[in-house]
């Protein structure tokens, strides 16, 4: 595969489109060989086949400094858990899953409170039961919990500074993986993934033709 001549999209692309679930290179594959690129087209050749070759190691390297970021900040870790909360409170599933493992909580210690999380009844319209019923979580509308969650984990993240030790430890996550793969040299297997890529690559289009 010529990676001089693919662009910055052809590259996102082929990240979303990858396996992700490969597991990483080996460590002293991954910090072997460095050189200095002889060209912006080389530079631009061998960043690209990086990032796609060590796409795992990368994405492992920037978590583990997330991770460090994370730990000088213990309240930004419950800010973080609370915003994916109210994030993952806006999917239907995950909202009548929590409500209901809630619910079955409650129900062992209090079955009168349990009683009044049950989820509304459905609305009847002209003698049918309506389609469009709005979700509750533990007998509440879900704006309730997603705006309490948001407005608690902008309040952690505020006291705590967490936002900043996020932007710095990314800036410094990026800025490793910007210098690995500009100066780690592709090598044969790199070479030979690409290889394989680009095979699959064109047989995707011959299929499709």
């Given amino acids: 595969m010529d990676w001089g001549s ?17 597991p990483p290179r080996p460590l002293p594959e991954f910090f072997s060989r460095f050189t200095v690129p002889r060209s912006y087209a080389k ?11 060590y796409r795992t190691n990368y994405f492992i390297m920037i978590v583990v400094i997330l991770a460090l970021g994370f730990l000088t900040r213990p309240l930004a870790i419950v800010a973080a858990l609370l915003t994916n909360l109210s994030i ?23 079955p009168h409170l349990a009683a009044k999380m049950r989820p509304s009844l459905t609305p009847v319209i002209r003698g049918r039961p309506s389609t469009k019923r709005a979700v509750h979580i533990c007998g509440r509308p879900r704006w309730v919990f997603v705006l309490i969650f948001s407005a608690a984990s902008l309040v952690l993240w ?16 990026l800025s ?9 040299t592709p090598n044969l297997k790199a070479r030979l993934n690409t290889f394989r890529e680009e095979f699959r690559a064109v047989w995707r289009n011959y299929s499709e033709l």
């Fill in 176 to 184: 490793a993986t910007l210098l690995h793969a500009s100066f780690r």
């Fill in 158 to 173: 505020f006291v705590s500074c967490g936002l900043l030790t996020v932007l710095w430890a990314l800036v410094i996550g």
């Fill in 43 to 53: 530079w631009s050749s061998r960043l690209k086949c990086n990032l796609y070759y």
């Fill in 88 to 110: 993952a409170f806006l999917n239907d599933s995950f909202a009548g899953t929590f409500s209901e493992k809630v619910t079955r909580t409650v129900r062992q210690f209090s």
């Fill in 6 to 22: 693919v662009t910055a999209e052809d590259l996102l692309d082929a990240l979303r489109e990858v396996d992700w679930s490969l």
